[in-house]
């Protein structure tokens, strides 16, 4: 058991990084407060110390989801050298967002729960949220002529939707195929309109 003179910013630190290992072996349903105390080897009110509520130690948790999605997003990008253009780059970014949700489900489910980020707990929103206007951005340049919130926010749905379906089974079973690359190219033909041939 840990003492009450360890410094905070350690056992934050250390509850976070349980929660996170956790979710990656777990689930996101596994993140009780008890739990995360019982494997950071701490008593189970000690995260109250940290995390007033629940809802802030999830949240801080999905941050670090967000973190490393944004990283991911931004090497997706970074890896097109400068010279893909705005399509590529929305086809890149939609392979980097079907592969983390596909590789961190518990983490993944965790993010998106309506409760964390309507809350704005920890700033939640201000890591994911940027997430988002980059891809806005992206798909501004490929379609001048659109809304292009509007745009990203359809493309969005349509990746969530594959991402969540592709997780639990579904899709594969519709599709009579365990390749969701054509999903990712439909998408973006139905949002971006047709690319050059394939």
Same mark, same amino acid.
């Given at each position: ?112 729960? &309506? ?44 990746? &969530? ?38």
């Amino acid at each position: 058991m840990t003492t009450p003179e360890e410094p905070e910013p350690g056992l934050r630190a250390r509850l976070v990084e349980v929660g996170v290992d956790l979710v990656a072996a777990e689930g996101a349903q596994a993140l009780t407060l008890r739990e995360i105390a019982r494997r950071a080897g701490v008593s189970h009110g000690a995260p109250r110390r940290h995390f007033p509520t629940h809802l802030e130690l999830l949240s801080a948790i999905a941050r670090r989801g967000f973190d490393a999605l944004g990283e991911r997003a931004r090497e997706a990008l970074a890896a097109g050298g400068g010279t893909a253009g705005p399509r590529e780059q929305v086809a890149a970014l939609g392979r980097a967002y079907l592969d983390y949700a596909f590789g961190n489900r518990g983490m993944y489910e965790l993010m998106f729960r &309506h409760d964390l980020l309507s809350s704005g707990h920890l700033g939640l929103r201000d890591t994911s949220l940027p997430l988002f206007g980059m891809l806005v951005d992206l798909v501004g340049r490929a379609r001048p002529d659109a809304d292009a919130r509007a745009v990203a926010g359809a493309l969005w749905a349509n990746l &969530h939707g594959i991402a969540q379906l592709w997780c639990w089974g579904s899709l594969q079973l519709a599709t009579g195929s365990e390749d969701h690359t054509p999903l990712l190219r439909t998408v973006l033909d139905a949002h971006l309109g047709p690319g050059s041939a394939r």
